[in-house]
């Protein structure tokens, strides 16, 4: 169950992460090492 509720953060956190880029409020690369 723990592991499950880890993962789907880690989902929802690459999510965030591209809506910021999309938004500018982020650089690029930063996310893409968050995706890896």
């Known amino acids: 169950m723990e592991k499950l509720k880890r993962t789907h ?3 929802e956190y690459k999510i965030e992460a591209i809506k ?3 938004e ?3 650089s ?3 996310v ?3 995706l890896e």
């Open 9 to 11: 953060y880690s989902e």
């Open 32 to 34: 893409q090492s968050s």
């Open 24 to 26: 500018g409020e982020e």
């Open 28 to 30: 690029v690369p930063l």
């Open 20 to 22: 910021r880029v999309l």
